[in-house]
């Protein structure tokens, strides 16, 4: 048996559950996540307690990633996910327009990036953006789908990345 799963999901009391047919959703103060289990993954609740188990010995891997989602997806539902984005360079900015964002990057045009459904951008400065949403996956989805219009450059440093990321900067060619 998986070492994630053996530890049961406790869920907090101001979040609702329900599972019905192969498929549990949560409900909390930021909103509603659902996930389809596994067939060969059983779940038994107990009070505000969710026990994984499986009848195979081969479904560890499926035993832990089915934990594992399912507290994503507590955590989500209570707190929400964040991911930090900062750009570095001279004349980077950014700013949100009808819940576009606009990155001037240093190309000859603005770069808009519309969020997906769920996601919440703000700019806290004009060099800070700051990724909100209850689930994980599509929050750091989002993060790296930004990230990759102008990945940080190895010689000055300059682009998107991540807030608290360190790039290696190398020294450039000498005579």
């Given at each position: 048996?998986?070492r ?25 103060k ?10 060969s ?17 081969k ?24 991911k ?7 004349g980077?900015k ?35 953006v ?9 929050v ?30 190398k ?5």
């Amino acid at each position: 048996m998986s070492r994630i799963s053996k530890k049961p999901l406790i869920i907090p009391e101001d979040i609702k559950f329900n599972l019905s047919n192969k498929t549990i959703s949560f409900e909390g103060k930021h909103g509603e996540l659902s996930y389809n289990i596994d067939p060969s993954v059983n779940l038994r609740i107990e009070n505000n307690t969710i026990f994984i188990s499986t009848e195979k010995k081969k479904n560890n891997a499926i035993l832990g990633l089915t934990k594992i989602l399912l507290t994503n997806m507590v955590i989500g539902v209570n707190i929400g996910f964040e991911k930090k984005l900062k750009l570095i360079g001279v004349g980077y900015k950014a700013k949100i327009k009808d819940k576009i964002l606009e990155l001037n990057l240093g190309f000859s045009h603005v770069v808009k990036y519309e969020p997906k459904k769920g996601i919440n951008i703000t700019c806290n400065s004009n060099t800070e953006v700051t990724i909100f949403g209850i689930n994980k996956q599509l929050v750091g989805q989002t993060a790296a789908e930004i990230r990759l219009i102008r990945p940080p450059e190895p010689y000055k440093g300059k682009g998107i990345r991540y807030l608290h990321e360190k790039v290696r900067i190398k020294d450039s060619k000498k005579k």
